[in-house]
């Protein structure tokens, strides 16, 4: 090209036809346009210039209104994911329990050793292993063998670990080792993970740039997400490309079809956003050309964005205006404190008749009604699916036996549904009282209606919603009550039975200046079962303080990564990693930030304390953090990240401790979150006091 006096950059490629068109490209990726998907594509705009104009400019137009149309995403993956308790979801499960599942079951438990075959992708499995540093034989999540041989962990679904290759119970193994092996280490079972299984180990990237963004969705791919312990349905492929599934006119296409479907189609909104900016680029062109010479069109679209429009803002002004609240304020309303003690001594029916293990969390009942429970972290799971070939393990956990009676959903249910009110409304001086970080001082205004009555795991939840437009709009805040299990804290016997409730604003994701992440409750109450003097004692998050504090550890036992059979070569590798020349530059700014943690091991990196003290620091905030610390016991159903636990106050919610990369013991801790209670009631009509109770998030 160079030679012939051509510029890649700046010549025009032109055809003599019949007829002239002009063509404009640009690179787009799904996740600028609110779905959480990262699908780099090229979309090209061809269209036919006046006069025959080859050197037209409509495409530059084109490019800025498609520029200007990028939402970033604000949901995550998980958002866009089914409940379990769905009917798409209740209906695959069934099929894979059922004639068509077991016959893949037969298929998969008859396969023999893959580590001794003689398969073609053995030897991806075995380089990868060997490339990263992990055992060849580590096996920690699934301890997959041949025929059928699996113990994996108790919230993945089992009957479709049952009919995956043992090659792809090997991809998962490599994955979940690879997401430890990281230099910032994550436990599998509690981060967004998004592995393509059907891939070969050496092919699938085990992190995506950004956490809670699928990859790219494909025909064909077979999606895992470990912490949700289950695979991706078709449909929900459909919904992570912006398709409205439950719109479609579709017939009974299989799960494989819908995969096809999705993977081969394109994001919906990124689409939108192209044909809108090809219907309405020349209106800008000639918009721009009347307002002057050389006006930028970004500058233009920005200036026609700020029309006022009606906004949510303005719309929730209307419906405080009208302050629906106020008729029910006055009219008498069951006071919620006795609501609160009515379901209070409901939460052991409720943890009976709720989900006991993984094989009913889509709507079904255990036949047995024989199950184990840890004493330690409340994981649970009935005896079918407790097998010691092909089952859940608890094996590090320290686990009873627990027996239930007759588990009649519908009648628990209809129990719940007489006792709780259909809707509740909170008092405006308690809500006065939260901090402003919540934006929730209007909240008082709107009537809390009940959404949904939802069985969960070892509880049953109560889901309120106030909404925006007078109730038919929006949701702008939650208000869940949960009955049965509340806390499965502390060394022995730590589980507590009562009701909580939250309450949790969603404005400050719905109104600018927007907070992106997750959205923690702003308030909390919690009535323990058997306790007499039922208070409620408000407690709301308090202001992160900064304070220095002396962190200890004591004892050794082998870290998590040692474990999972990562070996030296793993920090060996990384070392040798930040040395290549894209690195270098980049490893070298993050010492200077003092984030060396994030690229290499610590030299002590095969063990960790066994317990860790905590003490020091001058502020009163302090004093509440203070303890010993001791690392859980339990695998797989606790992080492995933030796994030690106050020993002894067992209100106590746990704690975040990051392994910093200093030698020897020490640690780094995240910021702490305090809640402080509430001095007064968020509704109900006696004011209550309470003061003491702090709790460490
Ligand atoms: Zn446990
Ligand atoms: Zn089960």
Not at 240 to 269: C, H, K, W
Not at 634 to 661: D, H, K, M, P, Y
């Amino acid at each position: 090209m160079e030679h012939n006096g051509i510029s890649k950059a700046n010549d025009t490629l032109v055809f003599e036809t019949g007829v002239t068109y002009c063509a404009h490209y640009m690179k787009v990726d799904t996740k600028d346009f609110g779905l959480p998907q990262t699908r780099n594509r090229t979309y090209m705009f061809v269209w036919q210039p006046e006069n025959e104009d080859f050197e037209d400019d409509l495409g530059e137009y084109w490019e800025a209104i498609v520029s200007f149309l990028k939402s970033p995403v604000r949901h995550s993956l998980e958002a866009f994911i089914l409940e379990a308790d769905h009917d798409i979801i209740r209906v695959f499960r069934e099929a894979l329990s059922g004639p068509a599942g077991r016959t893949s079951k037969r298929a998969a438990f008859l396969e023999p050793d893959f580590w001794a075959s003689t398969s073609a992708n053995l030897k991806y499995s075995t380089i990868t292993r060997e490339r990263s540093g992990i055992d060849e034989m580590a096996r920690t999540v699934t301890s997959w063998g041949a025929y059928g041989e699996k113990q994996c962990p108790p919230h993945y679904w089992l009957e479709y670990l049952n009919i995956t290759e043992q090659r792809q119970l090997d991809v998962i193994e490599i994955m979940h080792a690879s997401a430890a092996r990281d230099a910032e280490l994550h436990d599998s079972s509690f981060s967004s993970f998004f592995w393509n299984i059907s891939q070969n180990a050496g092919k699938e990237k085990h992190r995506g740039a950004k956490s809670g963004i699928a990859g790219c969705i494909t025909p064909g791919g077979n999606v895992f997400l470990p912490h949700m312990g289950r695979p991706i349905l078709g449909s929900e492929k459909l919904l992570l490309q912006g398709i409205p599934y439950f719109r479609l006119l579709l017939n009974n296409e299989t799960e494989v079809q819908l995969g096809d479907l999705a993977g081969n189609a394109m994001s919906l909104t990124v689409v939108c956003a192209t044909m809108l900016a090809a219907l309405t680029c020349k209106q800008l062109r000639a918009e721009c050309h009347e307002a002057g010479k050389n006006v930028d069109p970004t500058k233009l679209l920005n200036k026609t964005a700020s029309l006022p429009t009606k906004a949510l803002q303005e719309r929730l002004d209307a419906d405080i205006s009208m302050d629906i609240a106020v008729t029910h304020r006055e009219s008498t309303l069951p006071c919620i404190s006795s609501v609160f003690n009515q379901l209070a001594p409901l939460a052991e029916e409720a943890v009976e008749a709720s989900i006991l293990c993984t094989c009913e969390s889509s709507g079904r009942n255990s036949s047995t009604c024989e199950f184990v429970q840890c004493r330690r972290c409340g994981a649970s799971c009935c005896r079918d699916c407790l097998h010691s070939t092909a089952g859940y393990q608890l094996r590090s956990h320290d686990t009873k036996s627990i027996t239930v009676g007759d588990r009649t959903q519908g009648a628990f249910q209809s129990k719940l549904q007489n006792i709780v009110p259909t809707s509740v409304i909170f008092d405006e001086d308690g809500i006065a009282e939260l901090s402003s970080d919540h934006r929730a001082k209007d909240l008082d205004k709107f009537v809390f209606n009940l959404h949904r009555i939802q069985r969960r795991r070892r509880a049953w939840r109560v889901i309120y919603y106030a909404k925006a437009d007078a109730g038919t709009g929006e949701p702008i805040a939650q208000f869940v009550l949960s009955v049965g299990e509340i806390a499965a804290k502390g060394a022995d016997d730590g589980i507590q039975l009562g009701v909580n409730g939250e309450l949790t604003s969603f404005l400050p994701a719905k109104l600018h200046p927007l907070v992106y992440g997750p959205i923690s409750p702003c308030a909390k109450v919690r009535v323990l079962m058997g306790s007499e003097d039922a208070k409620m004692m408000w407690s709301q998050r308090m202001k992160t303080e900064t304070t220095d504090l002396v962190v200890e550890g004591t004892g050794e036992s082998p870290s998590f990564r040692a474990e999972t059979g990562i070996n030296q070569d793993a920090p060996d590798a990384l070392v040798a990693n930040s040395k290549t020349k894209y690195y270098q530059k980049i490893v070298a700014n993050a010492k200077q930030r003092g984030e060396e943690r994030r690229w290499f091991y610590p030299s002590n990196w095969e063990v960790w304390p066994e317990n860790i003290s905590i003490s020091g620091g001058s502020s009163g905030a302090a004093s509440t953090v203070h303890g010993t610390y001791v690392r859980s016991n339990c695998r797989q159903t606790t992080n492995q990240v933030r796994r030690w636990r106050l020993q002894r106050a067992s209100e106590l919610l746990g704690f975040i401790i990051i392994l910093g990369s200093n030698p020897f013991f020490r640690f780094r801790a995240r910021s702490f979150s305090l809640l402080a209670s509430l001095s007064s009631r968020l509704f109900g009509s006696e004011r209550l006091m309470a003061r003491s109770q702090l709790c460490i998030y």
